[in-house]
């Protein structure tokens, strides 16, 4: 069986103040957002290497935010249960582009796109 062709990005970008918007967030623990942000960092050698590196997924909800952008991908695995949310585009000038649109912590992201919270 052959092994499925792995797409590889020219460029991984994040959307406009995603990285502000995230340290805002989580201003109140600053060492473990930068720890969290720092992996996601080093991710970003995977995501470039190989398009699906996360899986697509269909949330129960979309916040209106993302109902744009499709099909959304979610990186798990982030230190402390965090997820990134990204996309993949086609751009004419850039190429294959990931961007990343959403990082956050478990229970942001199961508000976020609506799954029963405990």
Known sequence: MTP???TPADLVAMQADCRGDF???HRKD???AEE?????????RALKA?????????????????RHL???????????GFRAV??????????IVVSI???????EYDRLFGYATS
């Open 4 to 6: 499925p062709q792995r």
């Open 23 to 25: 340290f805002r967030r």
């Open 30 to 32: 600053l060492v473990r």
């Open 36 to 44: 969290v942000w720092r992996s996601l960092v080093s991710k970003s």
């Open 50 to 66: 190989d398009t699906s590196f996360g899986p697509v997924f269909q949330p129960p909800k979309v916040p209106a935010s993302l």
């Open 70 to 80: 499709h099909p959304l991908r979610v990186i798990k695995g982030l230190p402390h």
């Open 86 to 95: 990204y996309v993949v585009q086609h751009d004419p000038q850039d190429g």
């Open 101 to 107: 649109e959403w990082v956050g912590d478990h229970g």
